[in-house]
């Protein structure tokens, strides 16, 4: 246990940009992921939105077809995933990044699109009612009353990509899976049971940080009349 | 009796103007339906009056109210507001002309009770103060202190309070034309009574052209200056006064939806003002009073209550105005002057 406080102090400030690149690695990539699901379930599920043309079916269809294909994302194994985007794009960040996005396509997706359906029609339509076009409907009705479960979305990705993360170092990608890679190859050798623990527990530490910003943010996001 | 029935035939209410709203061979066939919702309608809605809706439950009256400001579009047939086909104008802009009061309510949970009011006068750009003071005087109007709900959110209100929001509501940019889907269906009778008569007196001062739902048949007699009865399907049964119905229900359909009792509800029609009345004399002292604001309903309901053959009528200041004889009510009423 000393020896392991010992290793910690002696490491400090790499264990800090361990922990540094793994939490932008994750922002970053929810990030991506959040704007690209929002857009798309937006178009999809606003009527007035997609074009008037697309027959109900059609807008219906479309969006069952976006969920499957991110769920189907979801599934490729991480290991794989990495592997197969290594040639398109190469080694480091930005593959690391691209393939976290797409993992984190689906929880975000999957909450936006039933966070706008949960809104109760007559509130919809009571906005129709008042005069409310299409744009000033989605912004100031039902997204805000959407949002508390686009978040809870948002935050299931992020808990998802961080243990995900890891296997990016399989491609030289930033943050804990370094250390973990790096022990579990020598392990036995000096140092290497502290190299696993560390990010095992890195990641802990940055899923932490992320809980607690959550709780801010949701605090500060969510409109009162629905706060709880 | 048959005095009365006369007298209510000709007094009472206003006499039709130019149509506000019209309504012209229109139907609604829901996707999907086999049979249409509304049927060949044509109603025409008189500037300044209301006109209310009523009709067993699934007859048709929402989906005619909404196609009125095209929340729903009609299969056929167009409308007409103040002389315009509305058919091709910009829907959104014509609804914040046109006050809606949903039947579910439908309140904004995520904004105050205040913003929920605002919401119309906030697009039409009006400024702060303005809307502060004319969120506080609707609240005053439905009877709820400002001070004590303008910050409250939706949830936190009972259902008839809402409701009642959701009159505020549509209310707030003082539109000159109202629709209203069972406004007071939610709230307990005492309250409704009151509501209703600040509704007929804010009316009497600015008059607005109103459609207004109700499954209420009293309420439909006492606020409406006509009465559109819808049967199953859409079918317009019968559009007339009150009286009109009440007295010469137009079919079978009619006369069995508006039930017995008309002789009764009839006597809400006649107001107390417009009746010829005994000379007070003074063996009248310790009669039961009733305010000749009310109604020979409110005048048997005294009677009743207070086992007496005889009520007087006071005015504004309590001054006796002169006698009502149950004797009289159930022989030969008389009415005097011309109607209001
Ligand atoms: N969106 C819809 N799709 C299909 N049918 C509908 C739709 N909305 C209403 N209907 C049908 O149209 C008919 C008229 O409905 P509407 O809501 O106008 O009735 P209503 O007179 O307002 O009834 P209530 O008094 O219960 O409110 C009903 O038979 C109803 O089932
Ligand atoms: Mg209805």
């Not at chain 1, 691209?98 to 919809?124: E, K, M, Q």
């Not at chain 2, 029935?5 to 229109?26: C, K, N």
Request: net charge neutral; hydrophobic share 45%.
């Amino acid at each position: 246990m000393g020896s392991y406080v010992q290793y910690l102090s002696e490491n400090s400030s790499e264990l800090i940009f361990y922990a540094e690149q793994h939490f932008l690695l994750v922002l970053y990539s929810v990030t991506f992921a959040s704007v690209i699901s929002l857009a798309l379930a937006l178009v999809l599920h606003t009527n007035q939105l997609a074009p008037p043309s697309w027959r109900r079916s059609l807008r219906v269809s479309s969006r069952e077809t976006s969920l499957l294909l991110a769920s189907a994302a979801l599934t490729i194994p991480s290991l794989a995933l990495f592997g197969l985007l290594q040639p398109v794009l190469g080694l480091g960040v930005t593959p690391s990044i691209v393939a976290l996005t797409l993992y984190a396509i689906y929880p975000v997706l999957r909450n936006t699109v039933a966070g706008l359906a949960s809104v109760d029609p007559a509130v919809l339509e009571a906005a129709r009612g008042v005069g409310m076009g299409p744009v000033r409907r989605m912004l100031r009705v039902q997204l805000p009353l959407a949002w508390p479960v686009i978040i809870s979305g948002i935050r299931t990705a992020v808990l998802i990509l961080i243990s995900i993360a890891v296997v990016a170092a399989l491609i030289n990608g930033p943050g804990f899976g370094k250390p973990l890679q790096d022990g579990l190859a020598r392990l036995g050798a000096v140092n290497s049971f502290n190299e696993v623990i560390t990010g095992t527990l890195g990641c802990l530490v940055v899923a932490a940080g992320y809980e607690i910003i959550f709780v801010v943010v949701l605090r500060f996001t969510t409109p009162r009349g629905i706060r709880d | 009796m048959t005095d009365i029935v006369q007298s209510l035939t000709d007094s009472t209410h206003r006499a039709p103007q130019r149509p506000m709203i019209a309504l012209e061979g229109v139907s609604k066939t829901y996707p999907k339906q086999r049979r249409p919702a509304v049927a060949e309608l044509n109603l025409a809605v008189p500037e300044g009056a209301i006109v209310i809706l009523i009709g067993p439950s699934g007859c048709g009256k929402t989906t005619t109210l909404k196609m009125m400001n095209r929340l729903i579009e009609p299969t056929t047939g167009r409308i007409l507001l103040d002389g315009e086909d509305v058919t091709d104008v910009n829907a959104d802009q014509l609804r914040r002309r046109i006050g809606y009061v949903i039947q579910q309510v439908g309140l904004f949970p995520h904004l105050s009770i205040a913003d929920n009011i605002a919401v119309v006068p906030t697009m039409l750009g009006w400024d702060k103060r303005r809307i502060t003071s004319r969120v506080d005087e609707l609240l005053h109007l439905v009877g709820m202190e400002p001070a004590e709900f303008r910050d409250r959110y939706p949830r936190q209100l009972s259902g008839g309070q809402q409701q009642r929001v959701g009159v505020a509501r549509g209310l707030a940019a003082d539109p000159s034309v109202m629709l209203m889907d069972e406004p007071f269906g939610a709230i307990d009778p005492i309250t409704r009574e009151r509501l209703q008569d600040e509704f007929l007196e804010v009316q009497r001062q600015v008059a607005k052209t109103i459609c207004f739902v109700t499954h209420d048949l009293s309420e439909a007699v006492k606020l409406g200056d006509r009465i559109a009865v819808f049967a199953a399907g859409g079918r317009l049964a019968q559009y007339d006064t009150p009286s009109e119905v009440l007295a010469h229900p137009a079919d079978d359909f009619v006369a069995e939806f508006i039930g017995s009792g008309t002789a009764v509800r009839r006597l809400s029609l006649l107001e107390l003002r417009h009746l010829e009345l005994e000379e007070i004399v003074t063996s009248h002292g310790g009669a039961p009073t009733v305010p000749h604001s009310g109604t020979v309903y409110d005048a048997v309901d005294v009677m009743l209550a207070a086992h007496s053959p005889l009520v007087v009528v006071v005015d504004d200041d309590g001054q006796p105005r002169g006698a009502l004889r149950w004797d009289t009510l159930v022989s030969d009423l008389r009415t005097k002057g011309p109607p209001r």
